[in-house]
């Protein structure tokens, strides 16, 4: 695809028509970045960045509703299936390794020359396709190659290491020998933990995580911690298991920490910023507690319990029949019969009706009874100590 023909794939992506309206009314609007990047290699753009010369502020409104950022001199606007991403042209000035840039108001071309890649270094007006791009931009592009815009870019913002992977593992681009020697030096700088981890976040949620994971191993072997797997033997069987309501990065990223012992994988998550929540499931996934008694369980009734309180994903990982018989069955067996039909039925409030609602449960996942009646009946069976 000609650069020129952006103009003509950007009427078929959602938020593209609203945009080159804006465009014909306004002026002075340029996609830019991974939008024209994703164009002009025929795929579709998950969001459209683009520079405006003039107020920001005042064409993001003619947009929708814009979420404005002053810091940076940017805003957003949320449509019907797309996202637009609204700035005005600016330099970046680190004042430390990894640390936030400070911008200032520059002309186009300028912005351009501040970008990540050369592959992301290209604008097109709109409406007409007019194309500016890094000189050799385009050439990149074509040839697959990853390369660095100056040799301290990777230490003005060492999150680009992961979205080199990222690139590298989704598009199958690979570095530029000096842009690969770089990669292999960077290091955190003052980069934030909550930095790193949503540029971690953002790779396992591409379509194949392990292939950027396996690229950031490749070239920046030190971004990962000792222990991690790229792609553990047990990952794609699991993704084969997990059902549509698991979470399917927190699966991958557990098969891969599988390795890691638990105290060290507590702290790179909390380091991470991971939230509690996503890194206790994370944790409790990876370690083997659920799987050695689920693949050693004998009958449906085993099988219920040795699964019992276990995270989906924690499931799938442990593989095998009986965690499908538990994902795509017995999890969704449920009793018709509650608590306080068995309190009704004479039985002592306490720990005991919990247990009796188990054996319930147990024997209508073997068949042994079916209806409120037998689940009644099957709960109450050696339950002693009933009370009138």
Aim: aromatic share 4%; charged share 25%; with cysteine.
């Amino acid at each position: 695809m000609e650069a020129a023909d952006v103009v003509v794939s950007l009427r078929e992506v959602a938020g593209g028509p609203e945009l080159l309206e804006l465009a014909d009314a306004h002026g002075g609007i340029w996609l830019v970045g991974g939008a024209v990047r994703d164009l002009l290699l025929g795929r579709s753009p998950g969001e459209l960045d683009v520079v405006v010369e003039g107020d920001v502020g005042e064409v993001a409104g003619r947009l929708g509703e814009p979420v404005l950022h002053e810091r940076f001199g940017t805003a957003t606007v949320q449509g019907d299936g797309f996202a637009i991403d609204l700035a005005a042209p600016r330099t970046e000035s680190y004042p430390a390794p990894g640390a936030l840039p400070e911008v200032a108001p520059a002309t186009l071309a300028e912005d351009i020359e501040r970008r990540d890649f050369t592959i992301n270094a290209i604008a097109v007006r709109l409406p007409d396709g007019e194309v500016l791009a890094e000189p050799r931009a385009l050439a990149d592009l074509q040839s697959g190659t990853l390369r660095v815009l100056h040799p301290g870019s990777f230490e003005d913002d060492p999150t680009r290491v992961w979205r080199m992977a990222r690139y590298a593992g989704r598009l199958g681009f690979r570095p530029d020998e000096e842009t690969a020697a770089l990669a292999a030096q960077a290091g955190p700088g003052q980069t934030s933990g909550e930095r790193i981890g949503n540029e971690l976040r953002l790779i396992l949620a591409e379509d194949d995580p392990s292939a950027a994971l396996e690229a950031l191993a490749e070239y920046c072997p030190q971004a990962l911690p000792a222990g991690f797997s790229c792609r553990p033997e047990r990952l794609a069987p699991a993704l084969e298991l997990l059902p549509a309501d698991g979470r399917r990065d927190l699966l991958v990223l557990a098969a891969c920490v599988a390795a890691m012992d638990t105290a060290t994988l507590q702290r790179w998550l909390d380091d991470l910023a991971f939230p509690a929540a996503d890194r206790d499931l994370v944790v409790a996934s990876s370690r083997w507690v659920t799987g050695e008694p689920l693949r050693a369980a004998q009958g449906r009734a085993a099988v219920l319990r040795a699964a019992r309180g276990a995270p989906v994903e924690a499931v799938a990982l442990a593989g095998g029949d009986n965690a499908a018989l538990w994902l795509e069955e017995l999890r969704h067996l449920e009793l018709e019969i509650g608590g306080d039909d068995l309190i009704a039925a004479g039985l002592e409030p306490g720990p005991q009706v919990g247990a009796a609602l188990e054996r319930a449960l147990e024997a209508k996942a073997e068949g042994r009874c079916s209806g409120r009646e037998e689940e009644l009946a099957a709960a109450l069976e050696g339950a002693g100590g009933t009370g009138a």
